[in-house]
Nanobody, 113 residues
Framework: QEQLVESGGGLVQPGGSLTLSCVVS????????MDWYRQALGKQRELVAR???????NYADSVKGRFTISRDNARNTVYLQMNNLKPEDTAVYYC???????WGQGTQVTVSS
């Protein structure tokens, strides 16, 4: 059974950086589109970044130029590098294969001074 484990979240000041990791077990990433989502308190979950098996990634307008999604297929791991973080980036962050049905527990990112 596929499992996803996100990590790397924490408390950071505005303007700071974090790198999130998502390790996938039970399936291979190499041919799959992988997504990072986030859900802020009281808001709907939103897609922030998408990594295709081939081709350029996609980003939500709100994070474009600040976030970078990458992957290491050999390690079955997807990353989200987040720079110049803003208070509005505060949320629980999740990764998921685009057509997958299983969610991990997420990792909390809090941007606050």
């Amino acid at each position: 059974q596929e499992q996803l484990v996100e990590s790397g979240g924490g408390l950071v000041q505005p303007g700071g950086s974090l790198t999130l990791s998502c390790v996938v077990s039970g399936s291979s990433l190499s041919s799959r589109t992988m997504d990072w989502y986030r859900q802020a308190l009281g808001k709907q979950r939103e897609l922030v970044a998408r990594s295709f098996a081939a081709g350029s990634p996609n980003y939500a307008d709100s994070v474009k130029g600040r976030f970078t999604i990458s992957r290491d297929n050999a390690r079955n791991t997807v990353y989200l590098q987040m720079n110049n973080l803003k208070p509005e980036d505060t949320a629980v962050y999740y990764c998921k294969p685009r057509y997958g049905t299983v969610w991990g527990q997420g990792t909390q990112v809090t941007v606050s001074s």
